[in-house]
């Protein structure tokens, strides 16, 4: 029995279609249909990695199986999908409780199991953390400036544009919009409309600038770095790979020199 629970549960394969069943019967539990079975499914789903869990943890041991970050994610997700099993034994009215329906959304999160299917994924995430910690102080600067331009924004400006700057929050909003180039015209216009004719001209040019400076040239800054830490490991194999072919050179031109000694001798 335990032979056949390892060949099932500690098989990927078998897995990953568990993981697709359970991603349509989410995908169908959020539609207007009521189907009775896809429940059934879910739940039968959800006893399924409960099982896998319990196969891993009793093969590998506890410890070995928490230090694993696919493990802890699958326990995480585990422990959010049991409120989906104890709604169905739960009244109706309890479970119409928002209690009960927070609880029941959080199997959306299941889904996440799915990305297991992706063979690269776990690269992706390993590059993703690490382009994250090497643009954590320039994205820090652009928060700061962020804030900082739209505490002046809501000091100067909630008169003028209580929409959009009448409070910090909405300020900050407001401005990350104009970084964003989403708002980049109809924001300042809203402003300088209200404003006298020497503000206005005084306003577009702030506006401008900021337009520029977190815009065009900090967002670009801030792509250009993540984007070169994501894919920081194809530069290592690229170096690596020169590197390989420089020593072969080397080698190469040792061989010509010790040739050519022994054809002048």
């Known amino acids: 029995m335990k032979t056949l629970l390892n060949r099932l549960f500690l098989n990927e394969k078998v897995i990953l279609v568990v993981i697709i069943v359970?991603?349509?019967?989410?995908?169908?539990?959020?539609?207007?249909?009521?189907?009775?079975?896809?429940?059934?499914?879910?739940?039968?789903?959800?006893?399924?990695?409960?099982?896998?869990?319990l196969v891993k943890i009793t093969n590998f041991g506890f410890r070995q199986y928490w230090s694993e970050w696919w493990n802890r994610m699958d326990f995480a997700l585990v422990l959010m999908s049991?409120?989906?099993?104890?709604?169905?034994?739960?009244?109706?009215?309890?479970?119409?409780?928002?209690?009960?329906?927070?609880?029941?959304?959080?199997?959306?999160?299941?889904?996440?199991?799915?990305?297991?299917?992706?063979?690269?994924?776990?690269v992706i995430a390993r590059n993703f953390w690490v382009a994250m910690r090497q643009t954590l102080g320039i994205f820090s600067c652009f928060f700061i400036m962020?804030?900082?331009?739209?505490?002046?924004?809501?000091?100067?400006?909630?008169?003028?544009?209580?929409?959009?700057?009448?409070?910090?929050?909405q300020s900050i909003y407001s401005i990350f919009r104009l970084c964003t180039i989403e708002g980049w015209y109809e924001i300042p216009d809203a402003v300088v409309a209200a404003a006298t004719p020497v503000w206005g001209h005084i306003l577009r040019l702030f506006f401008c600038l900021v337009l520029i400076g977190g815009g065009i040239i900090g967002l670009s800054l801030i792509n250009s770095i993540f984007v070169d830490a994501m894919v920081s490991d194809n530069n290592d194999d690229v170096k690596a790979q020169l590197a390989r072919m420089e020593d072969?050179?080397?080698?190469?031109?040792?061989?010509?020199?010790a040739r050519n000694d022994s054809l002048q001798n």
């Open 22 to 53: 359970n991603s349509i019967t989410i995908f169908l539990q959020e539609s207007p249909a009521n189907w009775h079975f896809v429940d059934i499914v879910d739940v039968a789903c959800t006893f399924i990695f409960i099982i896998e869990m």
């Open 82 to 122: 049991l409120p989906s099993v104890v709604a169905l034994f739960v009244p109706t009215t309890l479970e119409n409780l928002s209690f009960f329906l927070i609880l029941r959304i959080m199997r959306v999160f299941r889904f996440f199991r799915a990305v297991r299917i992706f063979p690269d994924f776990a």
């Open 146 to 169: 962020i804030v900082t331009l739209a505490l002046i924004c809501c000091c100067f400006l909630k008169d003028l544009a209580p929409e959009y700057f009448a409070t910090p929050l």
């Open 248 to 257: 072969k050179i080397d080698r190469l031109e040792k061989l010509l020199d």
